[in-house]
């Protein structure tokens, strides 16, 4: 091996160690965020987004349940969540998603879920795959990895 490719392969194995030690990975994005993310799009995950603050509504995020997968966070401690028409409110004030493909109706096996302190709820924005707090319950701190930027 050369003094070049040496010299290449350290600066590569310090990029990498300085990456992962600042909190910054990769993730592949699946459907169930469409339209908004493209199905195998890969998007950067900041694991030290909470280490002095909080995930914020709207925040997109991976979070590991039973898989690792993205989510929006919608409903905050403390607050309530209600699905009911094809709509989702918070605290009874319907909750404006732009984001989401027109006509998009939000339904839930239960109305209503209130966030208790440390857990977010989550959706999905493809309303059809139901992977997120609708059936798999409310997302506590701890399995929130970071946030997409």
Not at 8 to 21: H, I, Y
Not at 75 to 94: F, M, Q, R
Not at 135 to 144: K, S
Request: hydrophobic share 40%.
């Amino acid at each position: 091996m050369t003094h070049h490719s040496t010299t290449v392969l350290a600066a590569g194995a310090v990029a990498v160690v300085m990456v992962v030690a600042c909190g910054v990975r990769s993730v592949k994005v699946r459907d169930s965020m469409a339209p908004m993310l493209k199905d195998g799009d890969r998007r950067i995950v900041d694991t030290s987004a909470w280490s002095s603050s909080t995930p914020k509504r709207g925040d997109l995020i991976a979070i590991h349940l039973k898989y690792e997968h993205i989510c929006s966070v919608i409903g905050l401690p403390g607050e309530t969540v209600t699905i009911s028409n094809g709509k989702v409110s918070i605290n009874d004030a319907v909750l404006s998603e732009p984001y989401l493909a027109h006509g998009t109706q939000t339904t839930a096996p239960q109305d209503t879920s209130f966030v208790p302190g440390s857990q977010y709820f989550v959706l999905e924005d493809n309303r059809a795959h139901p992977a997120d707090s609708r059936t798999q319950g409310l997302v506590p701190i701890t399995a929130i990895k970071g946030t997409l930027t």
